[in-house]
């Protein structure tokens, strides 16, 4: 039997049993620390590799991975955002150069919603996020 055969029916087994294939695989993860030891460390040998490879390339994927993490925004998305506010910080206009990976730029998002606002400087954005934590002591001072 030839090989090309043989690798279309796993595909097909494997695109008709996913999730069968998927419980099985999450419940050896979970009972096998061996197996789960070994898959870590070969991700972790991969990375190496990568960074050793090209330092950059892999800054440069890591970032655009923290920003999906945390905000759930792409590359495309950072990028028509920094375009929207004409390449400067949201609130003290501070123009910015666009480099990849990004330098400067801090995603502004709500804490409670999650929700992306656009891009602030270092320096805004940490007075923001000192400003929204003491918003209702600050408003009670100035008698708001």
């Not at 979970?30 to 972790?44: V, Y």
């Not at 919603?113 to 003491?134: A, D, F, I, M």
């Amino acid at each position: 039997m030839s090989r090309a055969p043989q690798t279309e029916r796993q595909r097909i087994y494997q695109a008709l049993n996913r999730d069968r294939i998927n419980a099985q695989r999450r419940a050896r993860w979970r009972r096998d620390s061996t197996f789960r030891a070994k898959h870590i460390q070969e991700g972790k040998d991969r990375r190496v590799k990568q960074r050793a490879a090209d330092p950059v390339a892999y800054k440069v994927r890591q970032y655009w991975r923290m920003i999906w993490t945390c905000y759930r925004l792409t590359r495309e998305a950072w990028c028509d955002l920094f375009e929207a506010q004409d390449g400067a910080c949201g609130l003290c206009a501070k123009q910015f150069v666009l480099v990849i990976p990004p330098t400067g730029l801090q995603v502004d998002h709500c804490h409670r919603t999650g929700r992306v606002r656009g891009l602030l400087c270092h320096s805004c954005n940490t007075k923001l996020g000192w400003y929204e934590k003491r918003a209702a002591l600050i408003r009670e001072y100035v008698g708001w």
